[in-house]
């Protein structure tokens, strides 16, 4: 696409959650801001995500779900689980059970701030 933005199709949307479902597992999705770190979800994807997420996990009876945004050599990562609607910060994500790569927690943190004001 033009501008570098990209949308699951409803279909393939369709297609991930009916495979999560049968399987009864959790899903995680990722994107990329490019190079513009630290990684930070834009209020566009705050507002999806709250759209999203409910319904998905309505879906997936409950399980956990994450979202990851990568930027640079950064990410930041939010997990819904448990009865709650509300996102907690991921603080740091372990690949192949070693690697430990902490998370920026910028989303939060800047939300937060905005409600101070």
């Known amino acids: 696409m033009p501008d570098g933005h990209a949308v699951l199709t409803d279909a393939a949307a369709v297609e ?3 495979w999560a479902h049968e399987r009864r597992a959790s899903l995680v999705e990722v994107h990329s801001h490019g190079r513009f770190a630290p990684a930070a979800f834009s209020t566009i994807d705050v ?3 709250i ?6 996990r309505w879906r997936l009876r409950g399980a956990p779900y ?4 990568t930027a640079a050599h950064t990410v930041d990562a939010w997990a819904w689980v448990g ?7 991921v603080d ?3 690949v192949g059970g070693t690697e430990i790569i902490r998370t920026t ?3 939060l ?3 937060h701030a905005q409600l101070q004001v």
């Open 16 to 18: 991930v959650i009916r």
């Open 47 to 49: 507002a999806g995500l």
């Open 51 to 56: 759209e999203w997420v409910p319904g998905v």
């Open 66 to 69: 994450a979202a990851a945004v």
């Open 83 to 89: 009865a709650t609607s509300d996102p907690a910060q």
């Open 92 to 94: 740091a994500i372990v």
């Open 105 to 107: 927690g910028v989303t």
């Open 109 to 111: 943190e800047r939300i």
